[in-house]
Protein backbone atom coordinates (compact mmCIF):
# COMPACT_ATOMS: atom_id res chain seq x y z
CA UNK A 1 0.00 0.00 0.00
CA UNK A 2 1.61 3.51 -0.92
CA UNK A 3 0.57 6.96 0.25
CA UNK A 4 0.34 10.35 -1.63
CA UNK A 5 3.97 10.61 -2.64
CA UNK A 6 4.18 6.76 -2.72
CA UNK A 7 5.47 5.74 0.74
CA UNK A 8 4.71 2.77 1.59
CA UNK A 9 2.18 2.07 4.09
CA UNK A 10 1.93 -0.72 6.86
CA UNK A 11 -1.23 -2.79 6.68
CA UNK A 12 -3.65 -2.33 9.74
CA UNK A 13 -2.90 -5.12 12.16
CA UNK A 14 -6.36 -7.19 12.06
CA UNK A 15 -5.28 -9.16 14.74
CA UNK A 16 -4.44 -6.22 16.78
CA UNK A 17 -7.82 -4.54 16.09
CA UNK A 18 -9.65 -7.66 17.06
CA UNK A 19 -8.21 -8.46 20.39
CA UNK A 20 -8.98 -4.22 20.91
CA UNK A 21 -12.54 -4.83 20.06
CA UNK A 22 -12.13 -8.18 22.12
CA UNK A 23 -10.96 -6.29 25.13
CA UNK A 24 -13.75 -3.69 24.64
CA UNK A 25 -16.88 -6.17 24.67
CA UNK A 26 -15.44 -7.60 27.96
CA UNK A 27 -14.89 -4.20 29.49
CA UNK A 28 -18.82 -2.87 28.56
CA UNK A 29 -20.26 -6.35 29.85
CA UNK A 30 -19.14 -6.24 32.99
CA UNK A 31 -20.55 -2.72 33.69
CA UNK A 32 -23.02 -2.61 35.93
CA UNK A 33 -24.37 0.42 33.89
CA UNK A 34 -26.21 -0.09 30.34
CA UNK A 35 -24.62 1.47 26.83
CA UNK A 36 -26.13 2.22 23.80
CA UNK A 37 -24.57 3.71 21.02
CA UNK A 38 -26.86 5.62 18.38
CA UNK A 39 -25.73 6.50 15.14
CA UNK A 40 -26.26 9.84 13.21
CA UNK A 41 -29.79 7.86 11.32
CA UNK A 42 -30.60 7.04 14.50
CA UNK A 43 -30.07 2.91 13.96
CA UNK A 44 -28.47 1.13 17.65
CA UNK A 45 -25.26 -0.13 16.64
CA UNK A 46 -23.85 -1.26 20.16
CA UNK A 47 -25.70 -2.20 23.42
CA UNK A 48 -24.18 -4.17 26.25
CA UNK A 49 -25.89 -6.54 28.08
CA UNK A 50 -26.68 -4.68 31.22
CA UNK A 51 -28.74 -2.52 28.66
CA UNK A 52 -30.50 -5.66 27.56
CA UNK A 53 -31.08 -6.22 31.27
CA UNK A 54 -32.09 -2.73 32.36
CA UNK A 55 -34.57 -2.26 29.50
CA UNK A 56 -35.74 -5.83 28.96
CA UNK A 57 -35.82 -5.92 25.37
CA UNK A 58 -33.12 -5.44 22.44
CA UNK A 59 -33.90 -2.66 20.28
CA UNK A 60 -32.10 -1.61 16.57
CA UNK A 61 -33.50 1.76 16.32
CA UNK A 62 -33.71 4.75 18.59
CA UNK A 63 -37.61 5.17 17.47
CA UNK A 64 -38.46 1.59 18.49
CA UNK A 65 -37.27 2.34 22.31
CA UNK A 66 -39.79 0.79 24.33
CA UNK A 67 -40.01 3.20 27.14
CA UNK A 68 -41.16 6.66 26.09
CA UNK A 69 -38.65 9.19 28.01
CA UNK A 70 -36.03 7.52 27.09
CA UNK A 71 -37.33 7.81 23.35
CA UNK A 72 -37.67 11.15 23.85
CA UNK A 73 -34.49 11.89 25.50
CA UNK A 74 -32.36 10.17 22.78
CA UNK A 75 -34.66 12.54 20.12
CA UNK A 76 -34.36 15.58 21.85
CA UNK A 77 -30.08 14.90 22.09
CA UNK A 78 -30.24 13.91 18.69
CA UNK A 79 -31.56 17.48 17.61
CA UNK A 80 -29.67 19.47 19.74
CA UNK A 81 -26.59 17.95 18.09
CA UNK A 82 -27.59 20.05 14.85
CA UNK A 83 -26.43 23.26 16.91
CA UNK A 84 -22.91 24.30 16.58
CA UNK A 85 -22.39 23.89 20.47
CA UNK A 86 -24.24 21.14 21.93
CA UNK A 87 -24.77 20.57 25.34
CA UNK A 88 -21.97 18.20 26.59
CA UNK A 89 -24.93 15.70 28.76
CA UNK A 90 -28.74 15.67 29.70
CA UNK A 91 -30.04 13.31 32.54
CA UNK A 92 -33.62 12.04 32.88
CA UNK A 93 -35.27 9.57 35.06
CA UNK A 94 -37.82 7.13 34.53
CA UNK A 95 -39.33 3.93 35.31
CA UNK A 96 -39.46 0.48 34.08
CA UNK A 97 -41.76 -1.61 35.86
CA UNK A 98 -41.18 -1.41 39.24
CA UNK A 99 -37.36 0.05 38.94
CA UNK A 100 -35.89 3.84 38.52
CA UNK A 101 -33.90 4.05 35.70
CA UNK A 102 -31.48 7.15 35.31
CA UNK A 103 -30.26 7.89 31.58
CA UNK A 104 -27.08 10.16 30.80
CA UNK A 105 -27.69 11.20 27.00
CA UNK A 106 -24.14 12.73 25.36
CA UNK A 107 -22.96 13.48 21.99
CA UNK A 108 -19.68 11.71 20.35
CA UNK A 109 -18.17 11.65 17.06
CA UNK A 110 -19.16 11.29 13.98
CA UNK A 111 -21.51 14.25 14.50
CA UNK A 112 -24.47 13.38 15.15
CA UNK A 113 -23.93 10.48 17.06
CA UNK A 114 -25.45 9.84 20.56
CA UNK A 115 -24.52 7.54 23.59
CA UNK A 116 -26.79 6.68 26.12
CA UNK A 117 -25.43 5.50 29.34
CA UNK A 118 -28.70 3.79 31.65
CA UNK A 119 -28.25 3.30 35.56
CA UNK A 120 -30.22 1.12 37.76
CA UNK A 121 -31.32 3.80 40.36
CA UNK A 122 -34.25 1.55 42.39
CA UNK A 123 -32.31 1.39 45.25
CA UNK A 124 -31.09 4.93 45.54
CA UNK A 125 -34.73 6.27 45.01
CA UNK A 126 -35.67 4.69 47.83
CA UNK A 127 -32.69 5.16 50.32
CA UNK A 128 -33.92 9.20 49.01
CA UNK A 129 -37.84 8.53 49.82
CA UNK A 130 -37.16 6.90 52.92
CA UNK A 131 -34.76 10.01 53.87
CA UNK A 132 -37.28 12.48 53.20
CA UNK A 133 -40.20 10.33 55.13
CA UNK A 134 -37.81 10.46 57.89
CA UNK A 135 -36.88 14.14 57.96
CA UNK A 136 -41.10 15.00 57.35
CA UNK A 137 -41.60 12.71 60.43
CA UNK A 138 -38.95 13.72 62.82
CA UNK A 139 -39.91 17.77 62.04
CA UNK A 140 -43.57 16.40 62.80
CA UNK A 141 -42.66 14.72 66.10
CA UNK A 142 -40.25 17.66 67.37
CA UNK A 143 -43.16 20.28 66.36
CA UNK A 144 -45.77 18.96 68.67
CA UNK A 145 -43.76 19.06 72.00
CA UNK A 146 -41.92 22.18 70.84
CA UNK A 147 -45.33 24.06 70.37
CA UNK A 148 -46.59 22.75 73.86
CA UNK A 149 -43.55 23.91 75.59
CA UNK A 150 -44.28 27.65 73.98
CA UNK A 151 -48.04 27.25 74.71
CA UNK A 152 -47.38 26.11 78.11
CA UNK A 153 -44.76 28.71 78.61
CA UNK A 154 -46.86 31.30 77.83
CA UNK A 155 -50.19 29.80 79.68
CA UNK A 156 -47.41 30.03 83.29
CA UNK A 157 -46.84 33.76 82.92
CA UNK A 158 -50.27 34.43 83.75
CA UNK A 159 -51.62 31.49 86.09
CA UNK A 160 -48.36 32.75 88.12
CA UNK A 161 -50.08 35.98 88.75
CA UNK A 162 -53.62 35.10 88.76
CA UNK A 163 -54.18 31.40 90.56
CA UNK A 164 -51.09 30.43 91.82
CA UNK A 165 -52.39 26.76 92.66
CA UNK A 166 -52.66 26.02 89.19
CA UNK A 167 -49.14 26.64 88.98
CA UNK A 168 -47.30 23.45 89.80
CA UNK A 169 -49.79 21.51 87.32
CA UNK A 170 -48.42 23.24 84.50
CA UNK A 171 -45.50 22.92 85.74
CA UNK A 172 -45.76 19.04 85.49
CA UNK A 173 -46.90 19.19 82.25
CA UNK A 174 -44.27 21.44 80.66
CA UNK A 175 -41.79 18.81 82.60
CA UNK A 176 -43.21 16.29 80.66
CA UNK A 177 -43.39 17.73 77.27
CA UNK A 178 -39.67 18.67 77.88
CA UNK A 179 -38.33 15.42 78.58
CA UNK A 180 -40.20 13.98 75.65
CA UNK A 181 -38.58 16.14 73.74
CA UNK A 182 -35.37 15.05 75.34
CA UNK A 183 -36.15 11.90 74.64
CA UNK A 184 -36.90 12.05 70.91
CA UNK A 185 -33.77 13.97 70.41
CA UNK A 186 -31.94 11.30 71.99
CA UNK A 187 -32.91 9.00 70.28
CA UNK A 188 -32.74 10.81 66.52
CA UNK A 189 -29.00 11.35 67.88
CA UNK A 190 -28.80 7.57 69.01
CA UNK A 191 -30.23 5.98 65.31
CA UNK A 192 -27.49 8.26 63.50
CA UNK A 193 -25.06 7.56 65.62
CA UNK A 194 -25.55 3.46 64.63
CA UNK A 195 -26.82 4.28 60.85
CA UNK A 196 -22.92 5.99 60.96
CA UNK A 197 -20.94 2.92 61.18
CA UNK A 198 -19.68 0.32 62.82
CA UNK A 199 -18.74 0.53 66.56
CA UNK A 200 -15.55 -0.90 68.18
CA UNK A 201 -16.55 -4.54 69.62
CA UNK A 202 -15.13 -6.45 72.02
CA UNK A 203 -16.16 -9.73 74.20
CA UNK A 204 -19.25 -8.36 75.35
CA UNK A 205 -21.38 -10.02 78.83
CA UNK A 206 -24.92 -9.90 78.27
CA UNK A 207 -25.94 -11.55 81.29
CA UNK A 208 -24.31 -9.06 83.30
CA UNK A 209 -25.82 -5.91 81.02
CA UNK A 210 -29.52 -7.41 81.73
CA UNK A 211 -29.01 -7.35 85.10
CA UNK A 212 -27.36 -3.85 84.85
CA UNK A 213 -30.56 -2.88 83.31
CA UNK A 214 -33.06 -4.09 85.01
CA UNK A 215 -32.13 -2.41 88.36
CA UNK A 216 -32.07 0.94 86.13
CA UNK A 217 -36.03 0.75 85.33
CA UNK A 218 -36.84 -0.93 88.41
CA UNK A 219 -37.29 2.48 90.44
CA UNK A 220 -39.22 4.27 88.05
CA UNK A 221 -41.50 1.27 86.89
CA UNK A 222 -42.01 0.71 90.93
CA UNK A 223 -43.27 4.12 91.00
CA UNK A 224 -45.47 3.61 88.60
CA UNK A 225 -47.29 0.55 90.03
CA UNK A 226 -44.95 -2.19 88.10
CA UNK A 227 -43.62 -5.16 89.58
CA UNK A 228 -40.30 -5.60 87.60
CA UNK A 229 -38.66 -9.25 87.67
CA UNK A 230 -35.50 -11.00 85.70
CA UNK A 231 -34.32 -14.42 85.66
CA UNK A 232 -30.83 -14.57 84.25
CA UNK A 233 -28.63 -17.58 83.37
CA UNK A 234 -24.95 -16.86 82.63
CA UNK A 235 -22.41 -16.14 81.82
CA UNK A 236 -23.67 -15.14 77.90
CA UNK A 237 -20.75 -13.80 76.48
CA UNK A 238 -20.94 -12.33 72.97
CA UNK A 239 -18.95 -9.92 70.86
CA UNK A 240 -20.05 -6.39 69.81
CA UNK A 241 -20.66 -3.18 71.42
CA UNK A 242 -21.76 -3.12 74.94
CA UNK A 243 -23.00 0.14 74.41
CA UNK A 244 -25.40 -0.39 71.69
CA UNK A 245 -26.45 -3.34 73.63
CA UNK A 246 -27.27 -2.20 76.65
CA UNK A 247 -29.86 0.49 74.59
CA UNK A 248 -31.30 -2.35 73.00
CA UNK A 249 -31.97 -3.93 76.53
CA UNK A 250 -32.78 -0.79 77.96
CA UNK A 251 -35.34 0.17 75.02
CA UNK A 252 -37.02 -2.82 75.51
CA UNK A 253 -37.72 -2.76 79.05
CA UNK A 254 -38.68 1.21 78.98
CA UNK A 255 -40.97 0.01 76.10
CA UNK A 256 -42.61 -2.38 78.24
CA UNK A 257 -43.05 -0.70 81.27
CA UNK A 258 -44.72 2.18 79.09
CA UNK A 259 -47.38 0.44 77.93
CA UNK A 260 -47.97 -1.78 80.88
CA UNK A 261 -51.09 0.04 83.23
CA UNK A 262 -51.10 0.24 86.82
CA UNK A 263 -50.48 -3.12 88.62
CA UNK A 264 -48.89 -4.88 85.84
CA UNK A 265 -45.69 -7.00 85.59
CA UNK A 266 -42.64 -7.04 83.59
CA UNK A 267 -40.11 -10.04 82.77
CA UNK A 268 -37.11 -9.91 81.35
CA UNK A 269 -35.31 -13.85 80.55
CA UNK A 270 -32.11 -13.99 79.61
CA UNK A 271 -30.16 -17.38 78.70
CA UNK A 272 -28.67 -19.75 76.23
CA UNK A 273 -30.83 -21.05 73.52
CA UNK A 274 -28.46 -23.38 71.54
CA UNK A 275 -25.51 -21.26 69.83
CA UNK A 276 -27.57 -18.05 70.72
CA UNK A 277 -27.90 -15.80 73.33
CA UNK A 278 -31.55 -14.99 73.76
CA UNK A 279 -33.10 -12.27 75.88
CA UNK A 280 -37.53 -12.00 76.55
CA UNK A 281 -39.10 -9.37 77.62
CA UNK A 282 -42.48 -9.86 78.24
CA UNK A 283 -45.77 -7.80 79.47
CA UNK A 284 -48.87 -7.58 80.89
CA UNK A 285 -49.33 -4.31 78.89
CA UNK A 286 -52.07 -3.34 76.67
CA UNK A 287 -50.66 -5.84 74.18
CA UNK A 288 -50.54 -4.92 70.21
CA UNK A 289 -53.03 -6.01 67.50
CA UNK A 290 -51.88 -8.37 65.09
CA UNK A 291 -52.12 -5.92 61.82
CA UNK A 292 -49.58 -4.06 63.52
CA UNK A 293 -47.11 -6.65 64.50
CA UNK A 294 -45.26 -6.66 61.48
CA UNK A 295 -44.91 -2.64 61.84
CA UNK A 296 -43.85 -1.95 65.33
CA UNK A 297 -39.98 -1.88 64.33
CA UNK A 298 -40.17 0.69 62.05
CA UNK A 299 -39.23 4.43 62.35
CA UNK A 300 -41.90 6.61 64.19
CA UNK A 301 -44.66 3.81 63.77
CA UNK A 302 -47.37 3.70 66.52
CA UNK A 303 -50.33 1.23 67.51
CA UNK A 304 -51.99 3.91 69.57
CA UNK A 305 -50.81 7.45 68.24
CA UNK A 306 -52.44 9.52 71.24
CA UNK A 307 -51.15 6.78 74.23
CA UNK A 308 -47.87 7.01 72.99
CA UNK A 309 -47.75 10.80 73.19
CA UNK A 310 -49.47 10.48 76.38
CA UNK A 311 -46.73 8.19 77.74
CA UNK A 312 -43.63 9.71 75.91
CA UNK A 313 -42.92 7.31 73.48
CA UNK A 314 -40.99 8.47 70.60
CA UNK A 315 -41.46 5.78 67.80
CA UNK A 316 -37.99 4.85 67.72
CA UNK A 317 -37.39 2.83 70.70
CA UNK A 318 -38.07 -0.42 68.99
CA UNK A 319 -36.18 0.63 65.70
CA UNK A 320 -33.02 0.82 67.47
CA UNK A 321 -33.67 -2.43 68.86
CA UNK A 322 -33.97 -3.94 65.59
CA UNK A 323 -31.14 -2.07 63.86
CA UNK A 324 -28.62 -3.09 67.00
CA UNK A 325 -29.63 -7.04 66.69
CA UNK A 326 -29.10 -7.23 63.02
CA UNK A 327 -26.18 -5.36 63.29
CA UNK A 328 -24.54 -7.88 65.62
CA UNK A 329 -25.80 -10.94 63.67
CA UNK A 330 -28.92 -11.57 65.40
CA UNK A 331 -32.54 -10.91 65.05
CA UNK A 332 -35.89 -9.72 67.29
CA UNK A 333 -39.27 -11.22 66.64
CA UNK A 334 -42.65 -10.22 68.74
CA UNK A 335 -45.50 -12.14 69.42
CA UNK A 336 -48.72 -10.40 71.64
CA UNK A 337 -52.11 -10.94 72.50
CA UNK A 338 -54.11 -7.54 72.52
CA UNK A 339 -55.19 -6.98 75.93
CA UNK A 340 -52.70 -9.74 77.21
CA UNK A 341 -49.45 -8.34 76.48
CA UNK A 342 -46.62 -8.58 74.38
CA UNK A 343 -43.35 -11.09 74.33
CA UNK A 344 -40.26 -9.43 72.52
CA UNK A 345 -37.30 -11.94 71.66
CA UNK A 346 -33.74 -11.04 70.96
CA UNK A 347 -31.37 -13.66 69.77
CA UNK A 348 -27.93 -12.93 69.00
CA UNK A 349 -24.75 -15.19 68.55
CA UNK A 350 -22.85 -16.56 71.54
CA UNK A 351 -18.83 -15.48 71.28
CA UNK A 352 -16.91 -18.67 70.15
Not at 54 to 64: E, S, Y
Not at 149 to 162: C, D, G, K, Q
Not at 290 to 295: F, G
Given at each position: MTGARGAVLAPPDVGLLRRELAARDIVLSAMSEGVLLVDPSGRIIYTNRAAHM???????????VGPVPLREAIRQERSRLEEPDPADASVRHFEIGDAIVEATTRPSKPRGTVVVVLRDVTHAGRIEHLRRDFVANASHELKTPVAS??????????????DPDKLTAFLSRLEHEAGRLAALVTHLLELSRLEAGTPERSRVRLD???EIAVERVRSGAEAAGLLVSAVVRGPLLVIGSERDLSHLIENLLENAVRYTPHGGQVHAIAN???ADAQLTVTDTGIGIP??????VFERFYRVDDARSRETGG???GLSIVRHVAEAHGGSVRVVSTPGAGSA???RLPLAS
Open positions: ILGNVFKNADDILALSATLRSVAREELVRNGAKDLDRTGLFTV
